[in-house]
């Protein structure tokens, strides 16, 4: 065997490992489990994770799996192989705390939103003053008021609070369209099959076809809150590169433009 047959081998050798080698790269994946109503939101905060080759420099690929909290909550207690869990309240992340389902040690609280009432933007109805003396019934006639499901929902248990809290909920109670989230009450309003949603104030700001017609008291429910925590206790590193970017001032600024809230921008 000459040398220069030896060299072409050696560098032939040298291709298929590199190549191996970036496959395997590339099929690093993170999977995300996170409420639905930041689709958007944490779509964008994928899309330029992977696009930014300092923050990312193995492409490290998140994938999300967007849905209700509680819905994502019992698949991670069941053993789903999700990396992240973005739940948007506290009482499912406590739910998985009790479970021994994630890494406790890593939970924060990441986001906040807000409660608004929307309508239509062809509705004649531009401003509802949210008081006892609201006549829902009048206000909706034949039709109901799209709201996630008051007993699964986290948007829906914070509509709950808060029209128990303005003395609104018998009223409103039979009155309601429960959806299996929150994007499922936004969608309602946006068909116009429902003169009126109760959504997070997130959900109406990248909604072409509605509008803000309230906003509920923030002492009229619950702090809306997004608690994030990594699922296993012994997370890689791909895990813990992701679930640091999401704390990051670039995500931040992200979430920020979407109409979140954070604690540090």
């Known amino acids: 065997m000459t040398q220069r047959y030896r060299n072409c081998i050696q560098q032939l050798i040298s291709i298929i490992l590199l190549t191996l080698s970036s496959n395997a790269i590339a099929q690093e994946r993170v999977l995300i489990f996170a409420a639905a109503s930041l689709t958007n939101a944490l779509t964008e905060v994928g899309n330029t994770f992977k696009a930014d080759a300092i923050a990312n420099p193995t492409a490290i690929n998140p994938v999300f799996s967007f849905a209700s909290s509680s819905t994502l909550a019992r698949q ?9 869990y973005l739940s948007a309240n506290q009482k499912w992340m406590d739910y998985l705390v009790e ?29 509802v003053a949210l008081t006892k003396h609201w006549n829902i019934t009048q206000a909706v006639g034949d039709s109901r008021v ?92 791909a895990t813990t590169s992701f679930y640091q970017y999401l704390q990051s001032n670039v995500a931040q600024a992200i979430f920020v433009k979407y109409g979140f809230k954070v604690d540090s921008v």
């Open 76 to 84: 991670v207690a069941q053993g789903a192989p999700a990396h992240i």
């Open 99 to 127: 479970q021994n389902a994630v890494a406790a040690d890593s939970r924060v609280t990441l986001l906040h939103n807000s409660l608004v009432l929307i309508a239509p933007n062809t509705s004649p109805v531009d401003n």
């Open 146 to 237: 799209a709201v996630g499901d008051p007993d699964h929902v986290p948007a829906g248990r914070y509509a709950k609070q808060a029209l128990s809290s303005l003395g609104l909920w018998q009223q409103a109670m039979p009155l309601l369209a429960r959806t299996n989230n929150v994007r499922g009450a936004l969608a309602l309003v946006e068909r116009g099959e429902s003169p009126f949603g109760i959504v997070y104030a997130t959900d109406a700001k990248i909604a072409a076809k509605v509008k803000t017609v309230a906003t509920f008291p923030a002492d009229s429910h619950k702090a809306i809150e997004y608690p994030l925590v990594m699922v296993d206790n012994n997370a890689n590193a």
